[in-house]
């Protein structure tokens, strides 16, 4: 079964500042991917980064980053110059491609950004 | 990129009635959606897997006789809440896979709808 853990309810970070988001997750399918959304209060869900198991580098996707740390499993996400509009819930999530192929969802962290 | 809309996006109902909520792939067709439901402050959980053309597929604990998945085209599932009770207030939210395009198997999310039923 596949699981992911953030352990952060919620981060305060000043503006123009980067910020670290963390999650791990735990999965016995050597095949995989990891994905980050955005959620603003508004309900969507903002697809923001993927790094798929088998990905030799950190994926980054203009000022977002994923710092994969496979031994560890760890795929935190790293925000540089946090603007006002990046606060929201961020969820991580993970899907296994040899299993059910279902999205498993982190409890999520609210990330205030202060001006 | 490809677009996933639902509809209505908010809707309040009176305890004992049913609801429906459909959820359309507008640019690409989708053999697989996603239902989830999301309590305030909460993570998504999923509740079934709608797959068309066959009976969708339910998570533990998620009642099937009361939350009907209808998956009859390539763009469009619909989660009916029957007999809806205010305990079933909630986020819903869809999503569709798009095995055509990405390699990643990446789904794309519905706007959510929102349920208050009194």
């Given at each position: 079964?596949?699981k992911?853990?953030?352990?952060?309810?919620?981060?305060?970070?000043?503006?123009?500042?980067?910020?670290?988001?963390?999650?791990?997750?735990?999965?016995?399918?050597?095949?995989?991917?990891l994905f980050?959304?955005?959620?603003?209060?508004?309900?969507?869900?903002?697809?923001?980064?993927?790094?798929?198991s088998?990905?030799q580098?950190?994926?980054t996707?203009?000022?977002?980053?994923?710092?994969f740390q496979?031994?560890r499993k760890?795929?935190?996400?790293?925000i540089?110059?946090?603007?006002?509009?990046?606060?929201?819930?961020?969820?991580?999530?993970?899907?296994?491609?040899g299993?059910?192929?279902?999205?498993?969802?982190g409890?999520?962290?609210r990330l205030?950004?202060?001006? | 990129?490809?677009?996933?809309?639902?509809?209505?996006?908010?809707v309040?109902?009176?305890?004992?009635t049913?609801?429906?909520?459909?959820?359309?792939?507008?640019?690409?067709q989708?053999t697989?959606?996603?239902?989830?439901?999301q309590?305030?402050?909460q993570?998504?959980?999923l509740?079934?897997t709608?797959?068309?053309?066959?009976?969708?597929?339910y998570?533990?604990?998620?009642?099937?006789?009361?939350f009907?998945?209808?998956?009859?085209s390539l763009?469009?599932?619909?989660?009916?809440?029957?007999?809806?009770?205010?305990?079933?207030?909630?986020?819903y939210?869809?999503?569709?896979?798009?095995?055509?395009?990405s390699?990643?198997?990446?789904?794309?999310?519905?706007p959510?709808?929102?349920?208050?039923?009194?």
């Amino acid at each position: 079964a596949q699981k992911i853990t953030q352990t952060q309810p919620g981060m305060f970070v000043q503006e123009k500042e980067a910020v670290t988001l963390d999650c791990t997750y735990d999965t016995s399918d050597p095949s995989y991917g990891l994905f980050w959304y955005k959620q603003p209060s508004s309900g969507e869900m903002i697809f923001l980064i993927y790094q798929g198991s088998y990905d030799q580098q950190n994926a980054t996707e203009g000022r977002y980053s994923l710092n994969f740390q496979k031994a560890r499993k760890s795929a935190n996400l790293v925000i540089s110059a946090s603007q006002l509009g990046d606060s929201a819930m961020y969820f991580c999530a993970t899907l296994s491609y040899g299993g059910a192929q279902k999205l498993v969802f982190g409890q999520g962290t609210r990330l205030t950004i202060n001006p | 990129g490809a677009v996933v809309s639902q509809h209505p996006s908010w809707v309040i109902c009176k305890s004992g009635t049913s609801v429906k909520i459909e959820c359309r792939s507008l640019d690409f067709q989708a053999t697989t959606m996603f239902w989830y439901r999301q309590f305030p402050k909460q993570s998504l959980m999923l509740m079934a897997t709608s797959n068309e053309g066959s009976k969708a597929t339910y998570e533990q604990g998620v009642e099937k006789d009361k939350f009907l998945i209808n998956h009859a085209s390539l763009t469009l599932s619909t989660l009916t809440v029957t007999s809806a009770h205010p305990e079933d207030s909630s986020f819903y939210i869809c999503s569709a896979r798009d095995q055509g395009l990405s390699l990643r198997d990446e789904q794309y999310f519905g706007p959510g709808t929102r349920l208050t039923v009194t």
